[in-house]
Structures are given as structure tokens and as C-alpha cells.
């Protein structure tokens, strides 16, 4: 769940790294050249979508462990295989062959680039990355600004007579963060003069190509490290996931042994033998032959006669 949220936190640093992301336009080789956005923007977009997807694994497999559920925990575990395989896939190729994913910085298909899309009206992405990689590192062109001599940007009337791009030239506002899109030159005209002795000192006179290379360089040892990290985090989950399922096993193991060792508690009942006791009373008075005589009344009633 950790490793999600870290994912969607990074994806949308990078999202919202615009510079970065509209840096990484000039990655024109191989299958970038018709891409629609950045590379970068894609990178966002698939690092946020894998965050996301990680960190409801992760709920999934946290509720999983709590109710110490078999099938739930096989799909947490088959949700990070299927993660872990496809990463390990895709990390190892872009270590191993960059440029079958275009991952490479060409400096003749970038020349070439430059020389038929910049100043485009339907190429200002970019334009504005050329722009931007031209004032970041003070430079102009790939190689040199002779490049623009024979682009359609200057052939065909698209740069309101200037020589180079208003980026080629120092500028004043160079500090400010979108200085890229409003480019300020310390002296415009001696910057787009023709004579070497007149605009230098006002032009970058060194070509983009060696200060591309190491941003390239940098941004894929990055991306690199940050596969390799989240590889073996993975892993560790998955390690844990194996652990959890041991655990879960043993338990109910514990509980079946438990509840078979309990045996139910017959309560037998106990015979008891009851015995008749009679007590005699002994008589108190001692009965006399008048308690059994008859009395008058009923001698007369019953006309019963004593016989002698």
C-alpha cells in the first residue's frame, strides 16, 4: 500500500513537472516521433495508473490478512505476480535496449527535427522545447546555430527575419522560470547579427547536443533506480504475502486442533435409590373396648340389639 501511494505521489510530481515533462519532447527518435505528448507525460500518466493499482492491492491484501482469507490472499498474491513480471519485463528492457523503445537521443534525426518542425504552427509543443532546452542550457541548435540557416523556420519567412530563435541569445530575464516563452535578449540586434565578431558575446555559440546527452543520462538512471527500488519492494511484498499465507495456515491449523481436542460434557445422571421409609407411631393412648362401643343413638336409630 506504501509502495502505491509513493507511485501515485511520484506520477503526479512528474505530471505537474512541466519543464521535465516538456523536455522530454526532444526524445523525437524511434517510436517518440509520433507521439502526441511528451514521453514523460505518458511515463506520469502510467506510474500514477500502476500507484493506484498497487495501493488497492495492498487494501485488498491487508483485508485479506485480517480475515485470514485463502482465496482473497491468492488474488493479492496473483495481482503482485502479475506486477512484479510485467515490471521486471519492462525495467529490463529499458536497461538492456533503450532504443527499442526510442529511449535515446539521436542527434541527426533530432537535427533533422528541428529543421522541419520548428516554428510549425501545429509543432509548438516543440518549438517550446527546443526553447526551453536552449535557455536551460545556454546554448543553440543540436550541434550549432548554423542548423537554422537551412530550416524551414528561417526559409520559409516563419521567423519575421531573425536569425536564430530569441532563446539562442543572452538573455536578461534569463532567472525568471518561463523565460522560455518570453525571451528577452540583452541586445536584439547585435544578437542576430550575421558576423561572428558582432553577435558574440550576445548568441550562445555551442550546440545543445553534449548538455541533452547528460540530462538524458541523468533522467535514465533515475528512472533506473526507481525501477530496480520498486522491483525489489515488490518482491519484499511478495515475501510477506508467502509469510502471511504460512501464518494464516498455522492458524487455522491451531484452531481446527482446538476445537477437535474439546470433547462435549455429558452430564450423567445420578441414580438415586429412594427407600420407603415407614414410621410407626407408636400409640400414645392405649385403645379400650368403650372407644369401640356404640353409643345409644345409634343402637336406636340403626335398631341394633346387643346380643347377650
Not at 527518435?29 to 498497487?54: D, E, K, N, W
Not at 503482485?80 to 529490463?92: K, M, S
Request: hydrophobic share 40%.
Amino acid at each position: 500500500m506504501v509502495c502505491g501511494f509513493t507511485l501515485v505521489t511520484g506520477g503526479l510530481l512528474l505530471l505537474f513537472d512541466t519543464d521535465r515533462v516538456l523536455l522530454s519532447k526532444l526524445l523525437v527518435s524511434g517510436v517518440q516521433a509520433s507521439l502526441r505528448y511528451p514521453l514523460f507525460y505518458y511515463a506520469a500518466i502510467g506510474v500514477t495508473v500502476l500507484g493506484c493499482i498497487l495501493a488497492m492491492t495492498g487494501v485488498l491484501g491487508c483485508w485479506a490478512s485480517c480475515m485470514h482469507s485463502y482465496w482473497m490472499l491468492s488474488i493479492y498474491f496473483l495481482i503482485i505476480i502479475l506486477v512484479l513480471i510485467g515490471e521486471c519485463v519492462l525495467f529490463a528492457t529499458v536497461w538492456a535496449w533503450p532504443n527499442c523503445l526510442g529511449l535515446r537521443l539521436d542527434p541527426y534525426d533530432l537535427i533533422k527535427t528541428i529543421q522541419g518542425s520548428f516554428g510549425k504552427e501545429s509543432q509548438e509543443e516543440f518549438t517550446a522545447a527546443v526553447d526551453l532546452a536552449q535557455t536551460m542550457f545556454q546554448c543553440c541548435g543540436i550541434e550549432s546555430a548554423d542548423e537554422y540557416d537551412t530550416s524551414l523556420w528561417r526559409l520559409q519567412s516563419f521567423s519575421n527575419s531573425l536569425a536564430v530563435p530569441l532563446t539562442c541569445c543572452k538573455l536578461s530575464n534569463f532567472n525568471e522560470t518561463k523565460s522560455y516563452l518570453d525571451p528577452r535578449p540583452v541586445n536584439t540586434t547585435l544578437c542576430q547579427a550575421l558576423e561572428v565578431n558582432r553577435h558574440e558575446g550576445y548568441r550562445h555559440l555551442k550546440g545543445c547536443q553534449g548538455a541533452l546527452e547528460d540530462w538524458y543520462r541523468d533522467q535514465y538512471m533515475i528512472v533506473v533506480t526507481v525501477g530496480l527500488v520498486l522491483v525489489l519492494v515488490e518482491f519484499m511484498v511478495l515475501l510477506s504475502t508467502l509469510l502471511i499465507c504460512t501464518r494464516v495456515y498455522q492458524y487455522k491449523q491451531e484452531r481446527k486442533e482446538s476445537v477437535g481436542a474439546r470433547t462435549p460434557q455429558i452430564m450423567k445422571p445420578s441414580s438415586t435409590k429412594h427407600s420407603d421409609h415407614f414410621q410407626r407411631r407408636s400409640p400414645i393412648t392405649a385403645y379400650t373396648n368403650d372407644t369401640y362401643a356404640l353409643s345409644d343413638s345409634f343402637r336406636q336409630n340403626y335398631k341394633v340389639v346387643d346380643s347377650v
